[in-house]
């Protein structure tokens, strides 16, 4: 080790004897004005449901001095702008996941449950997002998207069963394609009892 790289180490482990510390201490923001101006940032970056800003702004205020106050005032605020709106949120969100993605429903419903959106905002968006979608069609579009190709081998339809699973299909949908790409009945009905992912 050169003696520079030596000196650069002991000057690391002097300053950050723990490791060294990559993130930055996040300052706590005790403004209204100055969360709102990083909510509208976070909210430029990309689209957020109105409890990931929540979390997000709860890491960034201090909850002693306020902060829950501070965080409902700007998310109230992002509201009544239209810059925060969860069925909308939920409609883009679905839309995008099923065009380019091409997820299948239940992929995007479980994926808005963990963005905690609202039941009924969801089951709205998806009925609309998926009111005039084949789901075979859809299937076989994401596994070409997938690249993954007519199975050989059982353990190669157990790749493709699991991969639509995970994508958002129904066993009912990931079989009929299987049994058109003649998959043994055996080897469907094992998959088809499979716990899902």
Do not use: C
């Not at 829950?68 to 992002?78: F, I, K």
């Not at 709205?124 to 081998?153: H, M």
């Not at 129904?170 to 899902?196: G, Q, R, Y």
């Amino acid at each position: 080790m050169s003696k520079a790289l030596r000196h650069l180490r002991a000057d690391t482990v002097s300053r950050y004897p723990y490791g060294m510390a990559f993130s930055r201490a996040k300052k706590k923001i005790g403004d209204e004005g100055a969360l709102y101006e990083y909510a509208v940032g976070a909210l430029g970056r990309r689209m957020r449901s109105v409890a990931e800003l929540k979390r997000l702004l709860r890491q960034r205020v201090d909850e002693k001095a306020g902060g829950e106050v501070l965080v409902e005032a700007v998310v109230l605020r992002l509201r009544e702008q239209r810059y925060l709106n969860d069925a909308q949120y939920a409609s883009a969100y679905s839309s995008y996941r099923r065009d380019n993605e091409k997820f299948g429903r239940l992929r995007v419903i479980s994926d808005l449950k963990s963005r905690g959106v609202h039941g009924d905002v969801i089951e709205k968006a998806i009925s609309g997002a998926y009111s005039e979608v084949n789901d075979e069609q859809l299937a076989r579009a994401f596994l070409r998207r997938k690249r993954l190709q007519k199975p050989s081998d059982q353990k190669q339809a157990a790749r493709v069963f699991r991969t639509l699973a995970r994508a958002g299909f129904t066993t009912k949908v990931i079989v009929t394609i299987l049994k058109k790409w003649d998959v043994d009945e055996e080897v469907l009905s094992a998959l088809e009892s499979e716990p899902a992912p």
